[in-house]
């Protein structure tokens, strides 16, 4: 994987390109995120050793990019929700590369390289607010997540449970929920924000994502908010300081190939 990563930051970057022109042409402001954003303010680029890139848009852009990009179909480039995308069951977009195939663990199906597009809401005008809107999602996530398939490694009770319920109900029954939430959510600005799909430590104040700024990004230029200190800080610590050489690898990846559509892959191993 090691001797494929700077390909693979070349395949995201093309992605993220993409993606940013969307932006840019339909007048949608998103910002990268996480550690795509801490890339950004340490790196100039990619984290080194990571091999994903995540961005996230304010609700209502959110919806406005949903809608462009299923109006208007790309050549190469596709785009993944639940409910709207066979076989996927995450409440945000993917946007995968068709050219290429990559599996994040023996369990997923064959997709291309992708990027992470997650919707950001009001959470709350108080972390604790914050944290029961959190959670709320959480409860609507979780039997969503297992109709791809089981966590054999946690609690069996609670995975059968789990399981159980992503079973009985639908994808939309899911989705209509989580969008409700969201749509009443987003109706009254508060104090506080969250992405929803991360964890809590993401619940930061929605000041931080009051302007954005053009960052310099390997050979390209993608956006981001100004007070990315401040949010890095809320949300990491002292994200400047480079973890221990033993946390600096890359997440798991069960197969990549960048010159094989995933649909070709598919074919070749039934």
Known sequence: ???????????????MNEIHSICVTHNINYTLMGGSLIGAVRHKGFIPWDDDLDIGMF????????????????????????????????????????????????????????????????????????????????????PLVRKAYQYKDKNPIKEFLLTSMGKMFSVEFFMKRITKQYERLIKKPTRFVSDMDGNTHGIVLASYFSEYVD????????????????????????????????????????????????????????
């Open 59 to 142: 609700y209502d852009d959110y919806k406005k990019f949903l809608d462009v990009v299923t109006k208007n179909k790309h050549e190469w480039l596709e785009f993944a929700l639940a409910g709207k995308s066979g076989n996927y069951y995450n409440p945000f977009i993917k946007a995968y590369d068709s050219r290429t195939t990559l599996i994040e663990n023996a369990l997923d199906e064959p997709k291309g390289v992708f990027v992470d597009i997650f919707p950001i809401v009001y959470s709350g005008n108080s972390r604790f607010t914050s944290t029961i809107e959190f959670f709320k999602h959480r409860i609507l996530l979780a």
């Open 1 to 15: 994987m090691d001797k494929n990563l700077d390909l693979l930051h070349q395949h995201l970057c093309v992605i």
């Open 215 to 270: 960052y310099d990004f390997e050979q390209y230029k993608f956006k981001g908010i100004k007070q990315a200190d401040a949010y890095l800080r809320d949300d990491f610590g002292d994200y400047m300081q480079l973890p221990p050489i033993d946390k600096r690898t890359p997440h798991h990846i069960e197969y990549i190939n960048l010159n094989l559509p995933y649909r070709e892959y598919t074919r070749l191993n039934r």
